[in-house]
């Protein structure tokens, strides 16, 4: 399995070729489309004229780096924020995995430990920890037990709930639909 989704296809095959580049994606995965928090590890590739690594990244002056994601357009709508919590995951990465993202879940002995390494991450409360566990055993098939269980909801088979549900158009259709109906049961509920 691999990740499609309905985006420039060089993104998609960053995607799905570098574990760092899903990872940004996902950091990037608030406030704004998912189309474009998951095109932006792309972008940041091409503005930099290679594929970056968590080390690179890491010992990035913060100030070029605010200049990289904040020059039009910018690849998250708060680009300052947004490139300081990509460094301090990268810091991370180089701190716990040696730089490589992959080894956050290819050695994780059981989807409790993923979550638990995921929610350990920058930015990555629980929800957005559980979405990408789903996304990692869904589309590329990364399955330590008791994954599913670990990415709650997001893990059941015919879900449409995330980026880990989405295929195409239509099931990014159907991922929005769910969206708004949780907004809508949120407002209700508080009002």
């Not at 950091?27 to 004229?49: M, N």
């Not at 990465?93 to 638990?116: S, T």
């Not at 399955?143 to 269980?149: D, F, L, Y």
């Not at 449409?160 to 407002?187: C, F, H, N, P, W």
């Amino acid at each position: 399995m691999t990740l499609s989704l309905p985006i420039d296809p060089e993104a998609n095959r960053l995607l799905n070729d570098d574990p760092l580049a899903l990872l940004v994606g996902m950091v990037l995965d608030q406030q704004i489309p998912l189309e474009k928090a998951f095109t932006s590890p792309y972008v940041l590739a091409q503005r930099l004229g290679h594929t970056p690594d968590a080390r690179e990244l890491a010992a990035y002056d913060p100030e070029a780096l605010v200049e990289v994601f904040a020059r039009p357009p910018a690849l998250h709508r708060f680009p300052k924020a947004m490139a300081a919590r990509v460094q301090e995951v990268c810091r991370v990465l180089v701190e716990r995995y040696d730089g490589d993202a992959a080894r956050i879940w290819a050695d994780a002995a059981d989807g409790a430990q993923l979550l638990r390494r995921l929610t350990e991450l920058p930015g990555f409360g629980r929800q957005k920890a559980q979405i990408f566990l789903a996304l990692l055993g869904k589309r590329f098939d990364v399955h330590p037990a008791g994954w599913r269980e670990a990415a709650g909801g997001y893990g059941d088979v015919d879900a449409y709930r995330s980026v880990a549900d989405i295929t195409d158009e239509a099931s990014l259709r159907q991922v929005r639909e769910y969206k708004q109906q949780q907004k809508a049961a949120a407002r209700a509920a508080k009002g």
